[in-house]
């Protein structure tokens, strides 16, 4: 690939199976990570993504003033990710916490899988 975005046509060329995509959901707003979501979810071989970002948590207080130092502009609640996941058609199989280094700091880590047409079918019986 050359130096440009990556779009729907260059995944379903590069059939992956797994992409990690760790500490980018907060550098980007709600319209472009759903669009990469929902990009993510057509994408017919994919497997599994798995995501670590930045996470506004109750009651964190020392996490809460490193999300807003962080250079990401769009740190966001656990609710505010499972938003954008649920409107993507994709399910978060997995979630938890991690604490990349510095102490007071913890990342959302989420494993997700596309939604397909038959999970969106038996989910609805």
Do not use: W
């Amino acid at each position: 690939l050359y130096n440009r975005e990556v779009n729907g046509a260059d995944l379903q060329r590069l059939a992956p199976t797994r992409i990690a995509m760790m500490g980018l959901l907060h550098h980007i707003d709600d319209t472009a990570s759903g669009a990469l979501l929902e990009m993510l979810a057509a994408t017919a071989s994919l497997q599994r993504t798995i995501t670590a970002d930045t996470v506004f948590l109750r009651g964190h207080c020392l996490n809460n003033i490193m999300c807003h130092l962080d250079r990401g502009r769009y740190p966001r609640s656990k609710k505010g990710y499972q938003r954008l996941i649920d409107k993507a058609g994709l399910r978060m199989e997995a979630d938890f916490l991690i604490r990349p280094g510095i102490p007071v700091a913890e990342y959302f880590c989420m494993g997700l899988s596309p939604l397909r047409a038959a999970d969106q079918t038996s989910a609805n019986l």
